[in-house]
């Protein structure tokens, strides 16, 4: 490759990425030559305004055409601008709760934080628009690596320290799996591009390999559901969301979740749903696995939802909330319905709103407390109460609720489980019946804020970063529970990733 | 009348002015809150009555109906253009415009009621005005998702209603409320969306439609198999089962009328209650008639249980509010006999007892709030010789006890007559056991009743007033509508007739 085809690539596709990546660069400088004193909250927010253009940017890219750029490394499709916008939005918001995070010990390394978030949504935008394994598992490593340091950040806080060991080991563990399942492909196969395997495949299943491929589907599963936070590797996500600095849990709950999604559904669908697991009518092997995810799946939202049920810290109970969150986006996954893309977006979309405006009300009550117990939000309502109000709407959005996104993401995915045939009774009726346990911890918060007197009256304020995330969210969280056509109007324009091979 | 188009959505939302109003009341400033409070009712109220008066006069409901687009999931190019939508759609027929009437004046007389609440006003009315905007739009939704989502929107406000302004086991009642309905609300939700996603319709009218004609059942997305249809109808028995409810699934419902205030109680009785019944009529009836004749000999022996097993319950109680609780689910047993016998009496006095009880159960728990502010317990064997004392409130509870056993002239004995006229036609020996429950329903009420009234007085009333003349005028009305119902039924019965037609046209004669 000459300078000339280089320069012959249409960059502009990569304009986010390349914002991403200069402002990251422009911020570790700054913070390596800025006088130790100075206060570095004005780099978060000139890491917010790089998300921000970023975001416009990839505004004005929504009207091009599906494009790949660099050999089929780079694509820039429907599935990548949509999902683009969910990790934007997300890190913008984990950016400025980032800013007001004041744990008891104070925050020395708080430029770290910035150029960190925006070096993993570097790698969590690379990995959506990847179009081949070897780019896809830098971008995952990318997010990962930057992860393992954030979880760390809080440098004097024991719990911090031993949940980055945690982090690290589980995740390197997980990525060993991964790269293990990504290396029967090439094996089989002798390629990395995605759409080269995918031609590629039908030859393996005509040399009878289909167990190999099989056992490369099951392990890159496995191996990813680290970042989704589901069975089987779900473990982590206890004790690191309890120990990371709250910022930092908001970020793996949402943005490092949302890219997991990306590279499942990514992988999952270009490599396997085309391909047969038998002969050449047999049906894809995506779907002869399907009782296997299934089973995961229903796993997954049954251990999150039970052990939530015993949590007393908020942190913890949220890492088991979100675990049974990643499990019924997994049901939106299995059930391979013509709504699959839709109905994870959507789901996704809602679960930052909520789950985001919840984070950062909780950071707020512990920093200001030391504590994340659940007594800490007894008497909320008595103390601010529309900081309750708005903490409210995103525990009832948690729960399913009607009138919120919660409601109309979870209504999305049913009817994906309910128009196949055969429909997923069993697992719908897991996920229902899941829900319901749920409503027991979530309304345990609710109990707190709105019934239990308060140990202290003063008012608790939020910090303008803050209180920008939870207006946005809370905001959010209604109009696209009460209007969602909104979402779906703008979903619309993408035709149901039908680019998605192309 | 007024622009006719918004005529419903008016009626449902009025009382969100309320709320509003309320957010900019100060929350010391009692007197107003709870004037905002009963006043934010009165729309509602007006709009209904306003619309049976028309309707008895002749006007066509049905111009009534409005239709908005809502939500699409997933335009796919391949599907009809109304597939997968969700219509945000409101309409009534006569059935559901006595419901929303009941409902209005239930809300009115419990905000009335609620001058005894006590603490935090204005959070209490900003739920109590947002349950009613739940329950008057369960009972105009035209489509099953719209109708969960009131469904639901009810569920909330009672959680906090129970949970905060309740007595002493609040939460836990609050709690087990939550869960109970949590789970029937879940069933129901799996039960709406197996219908939506394989018809790619929740509009009921339609998927009555679809039910109908084979050429549109090959049309839908995924086929419902007559497997899948009695699943769905018991699936719905169980989840609207939970409302009603039907005797093993009770549990919650005792907790939530010992422990709610009682004007909560006059709303959860008289009205929510019945929308397991309108739900079940409505969707249950409506949709699966063919599978509900089937199963009707069941129904029936599910409502004689629920009649008998509220009955000698009551009949041991201690605890008046515990004796008004059994005697619901005993209540609720005539509906279920009245739908089991599954022809025109039968059903007709079904709907007749939800309107009674409805207005009976109100009748009743307003009397216990009066009673519980005076005298501080609803214990039977602390009370007794209120007739001394309280001799107008002793009067009226003798004739909230007098309806409730279906003394001929009031409603109950209409309701319970026509609905045991039902099952006699249809299934005598059922029906033979059941009327043992009539008779145990005078035993149990008079006994308790008179045991308050003329019972040996057991503590010193010195100082306890009466029923004063704002708590009188509900009750009078109360009174006043049971008796009207009971003497004139045709006033409930001509705004039936269209709906009862169309059910027995479902059944096919």
């Known amino acids: 490759m000459d300078l000339k085809t280089l320069l012959q690539y249409e960059w502009g596709i990569m304009t986010p990425e390349f914002t991403i990546l200069g402002v990251a660069t422009i911020l570790s400088l700054i913070d390596l030559f800025m006088p130790d004193e100075k206060d570095r909250r004005l780099l978060g927010w000139f890491a917010f305004a790089g998300v921000i253009v970023a975001l416009i940017s990839l505004v004005g890219l929504l009207p091009v055409e599906v494009t790949s750029i660099l050999e089929d490394t780079f694509r820039l499709d429907s599935f990548a601008k949509a999902f683009k916008f969910i990790l934007l939005a997300g890190a913008a918001c984990v950016i400025l709760l980032s800013m007001d995070y004041q744990p008891a010990e104070g925050m020395p390394y708080r430029g770290e934080f910035y150029y960190l978030f925006l070096a993993a949504l570097l790698g969590a935008m690379m990995m959506t628009s990847s179009g081949d394994l070897i780019t896809m598992f830098v971008g995952l490593e990318l997010l990962s690596i930057s992860s393992y340091i954030l979880v760390g950040l809080r440098k004097k806080y024991v719990p911090s320290n031993e949940s980055a060991m945690k982090y690290v080991i589980n995740g390197g563990i997980s990525t060993a799996i991964t790269l293990f399942g990504m290396s029967y492909i090439f094996g089989l196969t002798g390629t990395t591009n995605l759409k080269a395997i995918a031609g ?24 990813l559901s680290f970042k989704l936070a589901s069975a089987p590797f779900h473990m982590w996500a206890p004790d690191v969301y309890q120990g990371a600095p709250t910022p930092v849990t908001a970020f793996l709950s949402v943005v490092s979740k949302t890219a997991g999604f990306v590279i499942v559904l990514r992988l999952m669908i270009y490599i396997f749903a085309g391909t047969p697991a038998e002969g050449t009518n047999s049906a894809s092997m995506l779907l002869s696995m399907q009782d296997y995810i299934a089973f995961l799946a229903g796993a997954t939202m049954i251990i999150g939802n039970t052990i939530a049920l015993r949590q007393r810290n908020v942190k913890r ?69 529309l900081v309750a109000v708005a903490m409210g709407i995103f525990i009832l959005s948690l729960a399913g609720i009607p009138g919120t996104a919660g409601f109309i993401g979870k209504v999305n995915i049913f009817l994906g489980a309910f128009v196949t045939e055969p429909a997923h009774y069993v697992l719908a009726a897991v996920m229902i019946a899941t829900t319901v346990i749920s409503y027991v911890y979530y309304f345990g918060i609710l109990t707190q804020m709105f019934f239990r007197p308060a140990a202290e009256q003063t008012p608790v304020k939020l910090p303008l970063g803050v209180m920008m995330v939870v207006i946005f969210c809370a905001i959010g969280t209604i109009v696209f529970g009460v209007v969602p056509s909104i979402v779906y109007d703008f979903l619309n324009q993408f035709e149901h990733f039908g680019d998605f091979f192309s | 009348m007024m622009d006719q188009t918004y005529f419903l959505s008016l009626l449902v939302f009025s009382p969100l002015l309320g709320i509003i109003a309320l957010a900019f009341v100060p929350k010391e400033q009692e007197q107003m809150i709870k004037l905002i409070g009963f006043l934010a009712t009165l729309p509602s109220l007006f709009f209904a009555l306003l619309a049976f008066v028309q309707y008895l006069s002749g006007y066509d409901i049905n111009s009534l109906a409005e239709k908005r687009n809502w939500i699409h999931f997933g335009k796919f190019a391949f599907l009809n253009k109304n597939t997968f939508t969700v219509d945000y759609e409101l309409g009534i027929d006569g059935f559901a415009l006595v419901m929303i009437v009941l409902t209005t004046i239930l809300a009115t007389l419990a905000a009335v009621a609620s001058i005894h609440i006590k603490k935090e006003w204005k959070g209490y009315f900003m739920l109590f005005l947002l349950l009613e905007i739940g329950m008057l739009g369960v009972f105009a939704a035209e489509n099953l998702v719209l109708f969960f989502i009131f469904f639901e929107i009810t569920l909330i406000p009672m959680f906090f209603l129970i949970g905060k302004w309740g007595y002493f086991e609040k939460e836990k009642a609050a709690y087990s409320y939550l869960i109970y309905n949590g789970i029937g609300s879940a069933i129901l939700l799996l039960v709406i969306l197996i219908l939506f996603a394989r018809t790619g319709t929740s509009n009921v009218a339609l998927l009555k439609e679809i039910f109908n004609d084979p050429a549109a059942q090959a049309q839908m997305m995924a086929p419902i198999s007559e497997d899948l249809r009695y699943g769905l109808l018991i699936a719905l028995l169980v989840a609207f089962g939970v409302k009603l409810p039907i005797v093993p699934l009770h549990s919650w419902m005792l907790r939530v009328h010992v422990q709610a205030p009682p004007s909560i109680v006059m709303l959860h009785s008289g009205v929510l209650l019945k929308i397991g019944a309108f739900g079940l009529i409505r969707f249950g009836l409506g949709l699966f008639p063919e599978e509900f004749r089937d199963l009707a000999t069941f129904i029936a022996i599910l409502g004689v249980i629920n009649l008998l097993y509220g009955a000698f319950l009551a009949f041991i109680q201690n605890d008046f509010k515990m004796v008004l609780a059994y005697s619901s689910i005993s209540h609720m047993g005539i509906v279920l006999i009245g739908l089991g016998a599954l022809n025109e009496a039968g059903i007709q006095g079904a709907i007749f007892q939800v309107v009674s009880h409805g207005l009976i159960s109100a009748l009743l728990f307003f009397l216990v709030g009066v009673l519980y502010e005076r005298v501080n317990t609803t214990m039977i064997d602390k009370l007794g010789g209120l007739a001394k004392a309280m001799p107008l409130t002793a009067g009226f509870l003798l004739a909230g006890a007098m309806a409730s056993l279906g003394l001929p002239g009031m409603s109950g004995f209409v309701s319970e007559f026509t609905a045991f006229l039902g099952l006699f036609a249809a299934k005598p020996l059922i029906a033979a056991i059941g009327a043992l429950g009539i008779i145990m329903t005078a035993v149990y009420l008079l006994r308790a009743v008179l045991t308050v009234t003329y019972g040996n007085a057991n503590r010193d009333y010195a100082g306890v007033m009466d029923i004063r003349l704002v708590e009188a005028i509900p009750v009078l009305l109360l009174v006043a509508l049971i008796v009207l119902i009971g003497v004139y039924p045709n006033i409930l019965a001509e705004p039936l007739q269209a709906t009862l037609e169309m059910i027995m046209n479902g059944l096919g004669g």
């Open chain 1, 200 to 223: 590629q495949l039908s030859t393996v299943i005509d040399m009878g390999q289909q167990y190999l491929l099989a056992l490369a589907l099951l392990m890159l599963f496995v191996g």
């Open chain 1, 317 to 385: 109970m949220f890492a088991y909330s979100s675990i049974a969150h990643a499990g019924y986006l997994l049901v939106g996954f299995v059930t391979m319905s013509m709504f699959i893309i839709d109905s994870i977006w959507f789901y996704l979309v809602a679960y930052l709103l909520m789950n985001l405006g919840a984070f950062a009300i909780l950071q707020v009550i512990a920093d200001k407390s030391g504590s994340e117990d659940i007594s800490q939000f007894a008497g909320l309502y008595r103390r601010s109460p």
